[in-house]
């Protein structure tokens, strides 16, 4: 039979082939339980250091920054989103430039519940009540009928590298 080990530091593993067999499990047992302590109490001061950095000036300073740069963010965005629908209702192209695009997408809306759920009665017998999916895929490849819409929305997308 071949045994080879396992070197953990303070840790003798010996492989058979029938299986581990551990030296002495309580020195393992024990090595673990301290282990796993060490890492809780780093945890716990990890969590202290994270909440004092947190309630520091220069956190909240960090904050005021990234939240008034989000906030420019949505402006831009919003200025491109204005001047491509502009332009795409006048023109009908969908490249606006290079890196802002638009996508039409097929907007499902219902209009009148107890149409819809008439309508799936008739259509899909022993529906108790419509699946809403199933007749917005369905009203998506075919056709709109009386108690739904249908329409077509165009929609910006900015590209994440600029």
Not at 19 to 29: D, S
Not at 90 to 103: L, W
Not at 106 to 111: G, L, N, R, T
């Amino acid at each position: 039979m071949v045994i080879s080990y396992l070197i953990i530091p303070g840790l003798r593993i010996a492989h058979a082939e029938r299986g581990i067999e551990v030296e002495n499990i309580e020195v393992v047992l024990q090595e673990l339980k301290a282990v796993r302590e060490g890492v809780e109490e780093v945890k716990a001061k990890m969590k202290i250091s994270l909440d004092e950095f947190q309630a520091s000036k220069q956190w909240q300073d960090m904050q005021l920054t990234r939240l008034g740069l989000e906030t420019q963010i949505e402006i831009l965005e919003d200025r491109i989103k204005e001047s491509a629908i502009s332009e795409f209702r006048v023109s009908q192209n969908k490249n606006f430039h290079q890196k802002v695009k638009i996508k039409i997408f097929k907007v499902f809306k219902v209009v009148d519940p107890e149409k819809v759920t008439e309508w799936c009665r008739k259509f899909f017998v022993g529906a108790l009540k419509p699946d809403m999916k199933m007749v917005e895929d369905y009203v998506k490849g075919n056709a709109a009928f009386d108690g739904v819409e249908l329409t077509e929305e165009p929609r910006v997308q900015i590209a994440k590298e600029l």
